[in-house]
């Protein structure tokens, strides 16, 4: 789509650069073979047909964790790893190696475009993407995903995330504008990309697990009885057990539209697909939004769902599935059942736990914290190291996370947990209640006796239109 | 006056005499019925229709019982067997995840390269279920069907059915496309038989006649390494490593002709042998070149092939566990 094709593109002697996206797409990870390898193998026969030599495959991790050896062969199938990774010709973006990034230029609003050198001076780069919502994909994919901290800090911080309305609706997200924005340098300046975007449909869960993507009152008596079955073998095995069950999992997704071509076109049509899928129309904003928290978001892939992330994914992923207005009303109540456990992956989310311990105790607000806290843990050497050699989110990882909750934090007169660790959950800054009833009955303080209530049933993923 | 118990003895010693005279009395002693006709000088007796070789009729071996039995044999002993002699390595199966995942998965065509006896057992362990629950495998007819006990074996542990390597029969093909059509997969050696010195021979177009004919896409497939485990000729197996590895699914394209497809079938093979060798992007961008070493080995035909194969050897499955076995010398 406005671009040559493909084929045409290629040339011997030039270098070409394929990035992907990270284990954080697609959730739960897709069955072999993935959305990528099926890219990233019809990318390379071309380019072998046209005589390239010089290729590298670079995963666009942002500061997110590198991925395991087995996550790459996952996402990226036998074939390729085994092809290139003994090379040193497939390997994962490091946002902290300055030696190796390099600056694009800078947008009017003075946001500096700082990417991989590599992919800065490849005559292509082909990023293959995994659009799961309508916040992936476009030029979000490069100007995050192979992008140096220093870049990343200009969008990601409060002020930004909190007029992002919603992170599913581009038009409306001053994050997609900034990242929108220095897409434009990229274009003017940077290197020739060539984007793929895929859309998946919602088949979730594979089957005896399929019955979760169903509503409840489409349960026959099987799905009744595996539910069951389901849950109380759950609940009688050991927490690390139930957690490597659901990590688990690999999800029958299957493509719903490929596009390929100039970024900013396949994106818009990439958004007509996901939008396709996911938006139900709404009537009306309510004023108690519930919903269940999922084990698994796109931080904690093959790790533990920490009390940060809970916030994350139910103030930042799941409070932001709308288009137009929010789910709940402004001062509305937000009512989430999790059970927030005081529990940290040590290997993934070191500075999560320092966060949690040292950060939250002093402040909720993430304007305060983006002040007082974010410098010192993002120029921690040794959250650097942990980032640039194991499997660890960058420092500053888990003040992006609460930012990304930000803008729900704003918006909700209350925020409850049901069935969480208490002193954990009024630690997140949230009011923690032990059953759905005491939850409505807290939640007359703030909307009174006679509350429209919304549910947010997840899975599947849906986006809210609300009129 | 005889004694009368000395008479009854005497009958009883004849009778025994004669019972044992007739059960060591050669078969050929006896005349007809227990022996066949003789027949009238001047007749001539037509030849009767061998059940053998081609004409074998492997029916009664897709039948439930029979079926059921080759379930028992494949899942259990020849599945074991393939996994001791030849610890494989199977790559490429999700080549054809998108077929296998259909509603009804459509029967493919599977084209292995050969090497050995063992390259049936180990393609039957290594393809996807979907296709192994019904698959034919065409053996041939003048090795497999040549005798009646080896018949029976083949039909009913391989699902074998006799393919005619001397002529083209139409018998033969018949049946094939009538198993594809009713939804049998098939595995079919495209070289037409084992490998005689190693490297590999060039395809026969059986496999791409069929998948015309039926419109069953062909899944190119090298096998490396069993014909150093149980080549041709050799008395007994040696076990070792060895890798399989499955080819993208390939169908004919508009008014492409036999030939032509068979010749792209033996190139993907080897480009899947040199990917099974070195790595799928080495193998891809040789092959885009031009340059992709061939299955069939060198041009020369004296000591130098088989110098040659040695050295493939040592690059392939097999070698690997040959060198896993060196270790430092202990210098004290």
């Known amino acids: 789509m406005d671009s040559d094709p493909l084929p045409t593109l290629l040339k011997p002697g030039m270098k070409l650069t394929i990035c992907f996206d990270d284990a954080s797409l697609s959730l739960p990870k897709m069955r072999r073979p993935d959305t990528r390898q099926r890219i990233i193998e019809a990318v390379l026969e071309l380019a072998a047909a046209a005589g390239v030599d010089d290729v590298h495959l670079i995963a666009a991790l942002g500061l997110h964790r590198r991925m395991h050896d087995y996550e790459l062969k996952h996402v990226l199938g036998d074939r390729i790893f085994d092809a290139f990774h003994p090379r040193g010709t497939l390997y994962q973006h490091d946002a902290e190696d300055y030696d190796n990034l390099t600056v694009i230029g800078e947008t009017e609003e003075g946001e500096v475009l700082e990417i991989n050198k590599r992919v800065a001076e490849s005559d292509l780069v082909v990023y293959a993407n995994v659009n799961q919502v309508a916040m992936d994909g476009g030029w979000k994919s490069i100007t995050t995903g192979v992008a140096s901290y220093r870049c990343l800090s200009f969008h990601h911080n409060p002020k930004t995330l909190q007029n992002t309305r919603s992170l599913m609706d581009r038009h409306h997200s001053a994050l997609h504008q900034s990242l929108w924005r220095m897409g434009e340098v990229l274009r003017e300046s940077g290197p020739q990309i060539f984007t793929v975007e895929t859309t998946l449909n919602t088949n979730t869960f594979p089957k005896p697990f399929d019955f979760l993507a169903k509503r409840e009152w489409e349960w026959n008596?099987?799905?009744?009885?595996?539910?069951?079955?389901?849950?109380?073998?759950?609940?009688?095995?050991?927490?690390?057990?139930?957690?490597?069950?659901?990590?688990?999992?690999?999800?029958?997704?299957?493509?719903?539209?490929?596009?390929?071509?100039?970024?900013?076109?396949?994106?818009?049509?990439?958004?007509?697909?996901?939008?396709?899928q996911h938006l139900v129309e709404v009537e009306g904003q309510t004023d108690i939004l519930t919903m269940g928290i999922p084990y698994i978001c796109p931080y904690n892939p093959?790790?533990?769902?920490?009390?940060?992330?809970?916030?994350?994914?139910?103030?930042?992923?799941?409070?932001?599935?709308?288009?137009?207005?929010?789910?709940?009303?402004?001062?509305?109540?937000?009512?989430?059942?999790?059970?927030?456990?005081?529990?940290?992956?040590?290997?993934?989310?070191?500075?999560?736990?320092?966060?949690?311990?040292?950060?939250?105790?002093?402040?909720?607000?993430?304007?305060?914290?983006?002040?007082?806290?974010?410098?010192?843990?993002?120029?921690?050497?040794?959250?650097?190291?942990?980032?640039?050699?194991?499997?660890?989110?960058?420092?500053?990882?888990?003040?992006?996370?609460?930012?990304?909750?930000?803008?729900?934090?704003?918006?909700?007169?209350?925020?409850?947990?049901?069935?969480?660790?208490?002193?954990?959950?009024?630690?997140?800054?949230?009011?923690?209640?032990?059953?759905?009833?005491?939850?409505?009955?807290?939640?007359?303080?703030?909307?009174?006796?006679?509350?429209?209530?919304?549910?947010?049933?997840?899975?599947?993923?849906?986006?809210?239109?609300?009129? | 006056?005889?004694?009368?118990?000395?008479?009854?003895?005497?009958?009883?010693?004849?009778?025994?005499?004669?019972?044992?005279?007739?059960?060591?009395?050669?078969?050929?002693?006896?005349?007809?019925?227990?022996?066949?006709?003789?027949?009238?000088?001047?007749?001539?007796?037509?030849?009767e229709a061998s059940g053998l070789g081609a004409h074998y009729d492997t029916g009664w071996a897709r039948r439930p019982l029979a079926s059921s039995i080759r379930g028992v044999i494949t899942e259990g002993p020849m599945r074991l067997a393939a996994r001791i002699l030849t610890n494989p390595e199977v790559t490429g199966v999700d080549r054809l995840a998108s077929l296998q995942r259909l509603e009804t998965p459509p029967p493919v065509i599977f084209a292995p390269t050969h090497h050995s006896h063992l390259d049936t057992g180990l393609m039957i362990r290594s393809i996807p279920l979907v296709w192994r629950r019904d698959l034919v495998v065409a053996a041939a007819a003048d090795y497999f069907f040549n005798k009646k006990w080896k018949a029976v074996i083949s039909a009913l542990a391989l699902n074998a059915v006799p393919i005619d390597r001397e002529v083209t029969g139409r018998k033969s093909s018949d049946l094939l496309v009538g198993l594809v059509d009713k939804g049998s997969s098939l595995i079919i050696y495209p070289e037409g038989g084992r490998s005689p010195d190693g490297w590999g021979q060039e395809f026969k177009g059986g496999a791409a006649y069929l998948s015309s004919k039926t419109g069953a896409p062909v899944v190119p497939v090298f096998i490396d390494g069993t014909g150093s485990i149980f080549g041709k000729g050799m008395k007994r197996p040696k076990p070792g490593s060895t890798k399989v590895v499955f080819g993208a699914p390939m169908w004919a394209e508009d008014g492409e002709s036999t030939r032509r497809f068979n010749a792209r079938i033996e190139a993907e093979a080897t480009v899947l042998g040199d990917e099974a060798l070195t790595d799928y992007w080495s193998a891809r961008s040789r092959a885009a070149r031009g340059e992709s070493p061939s299955l069939t080995g060198p041009e020369h035909t004296s000591w130098r092939r088989d110098w040659d194969l040695a050295d493939r050897r040592k690059m392939g499955a097999a070698g690997k566990r040959r060198r896993a076995k060196r270790s430092w010398p202990d210098l004290g």
């Open chain 2, 1 to 47: 006056m005889a004694n009368p118990y000395m008479k009854r003895a005497q009958k009883l010693a004849g009778n025994a005499e004669s019972a044992v005279r007739q059960a060591t009395t050669p078969l050929r002693n006896f005349g007809f019925p227990f022996r066949a006709p003789t027949v009238p000088r001047g007749v001539e007796v037509p030849p």
């Open chain 1, 221 to 276: 008596a099987k799905d009744r009885a595996t539910y069951l079955a389901t849950q109380k073998s759950l609940s009688a095995m050991p927490l690390k057990a139930r957690r490597k069950i659901m990590h688990s999992i690999e999800s029958p997704y299957e493509m719903t539209s490929v596009q390929a071509g100039f970024t900013p076109t396949v994106h818009e049509e990439t958004l007509k697909h996901v939008y396709a």
């Open chain 1, 302 to 467: 093959e790790g533990v769902m920490n009390p940060i992330l809970v916030m994350c994914m139910g103030l930042g992923y799941l409070f932001n599935m709308y288009r137009g207005k929010p789910l709940v009303r402004e001062g509305g109540v937000i009512i989430m059942t999790h059970p927030t456990y005081r529990d940290f992956n040590p290997v993934h989310h070191p500075s999560y736990i320092d966060f949690f311990e040292e950060v939250l105790t002093d402040t909720t607000d993430p304007a305060v914290m983006s002040e007082k806290w974010e410098k010192k843990y993002a120029e921690d050497e040794w959250y650097r190291h942990l980032y640039r050699t194991g499997n660890a989110y960058h420092g500053v990882h888990p003040f992006y996370a609460w930012y990304w909750g930000a803008h729900g934090q704003q918006h909700a007169g209350k925020v409850i947990i049901v069935g969480g660790d208490a002193p954990t959950v009024r630690r997140l800054g949230f009011t923690p209640a032990s059953t759905m009833n005491d939850a409505f009955e807290i939640a007359s303080d703030v909307v009174g006796r006679a509350p429209t209530v919304t549910h947010l049933h997840v899975p599947s993923v849906l986006v809210a239109d609300v009129k």
